[in-house]
């Protein structure tokens, strides 16, 4: 019996069931986002930061979708180097900018953030600088890839560096416990954040998520376009007399 | 709605994350047109792929497409 990953590794299959989910997918993350941003705009102000914890609704979800979003081009990767599955290469590929936008987005916000309530915008702490090399590697998966034409080198090469990499994401995770740093220590949702911050934080998260999912999902289906794009291209120019030309980018 | 003397910094940090997420959407379904219209002309053209038959070219997957 087929598994669930082996019965959509037909990329004609995938675009259909994802054709079918990404309206709903999308939907419920501008649903849930709205519904996030409706109760953060409504919380009273935090008794030491004032109005400013209402970054963290934002903020937050960005960080967690930065680590959270390599690990799923790791797992990718891994599902294209270790069992040859033909969506775990386009999954990592398309993931990248967007995971580089979520980390992008969690310095901007962390930044913003951080002059009102520690006085700076930037140092050189653990938490940040490990961020920022995580963004860095994001640019760095990107500019591999593109800097090598053979589709099928490039797809293996970045995912060998991916795997590496992932290396970074426990470094993030407990650097604000493995060093004294000026970013605070990781939050427990159900214990150190008072209720009246938890549910909009959660919702937001959720919203992010979803959003993620929905962008990932259409980023996919364009790769998938795009490749096909390229096949018929191929089509065309043989057909037309030319000699069949297997490394045309398109 | 007051939001203190910060406003300024908690407002531009939402304007940031709405810039870049609305950048991201518009990128990707400006990118999924491009690429269906191009399709859509190579098929227009007969071109089918070398391994799908002559007139058996997956119609329900493109009209998804």
Known sequence: MATLTQRYANPTRFMALSGRLLPWISVAAALTIAWGLVLAFNVPPDYQQGHTVKIMFIHVPCAWLASMVYAVIALSSAGLLVFRHPLAEVSAKTAAPIGAAFTLLALVTGALWGKPTWGTYWVWDARLTSVLILFFLYLGLIALRSSIDDEALAGKLTAVL?????VLLPIIKFSVDWWWTLHQSS??????????????LWVMALGFLLLFAALHLKAMRNELLRRRVKALTLVAVERSGGAPAPKLAV | MDLGPHAGVILACYAAVTLVIAGLILWLVADGRRLALQLAALEERGIRRRSAKSGDAEPEANARI
């Open chain 1, 162 to 166: 991916a795997i590496v990499g992932i």
């Open chain 1, 187 to 200: 939050t427990r949702l159900t214990s150190t954040i008072d209720p009246v911050f938890r549910a909009p």
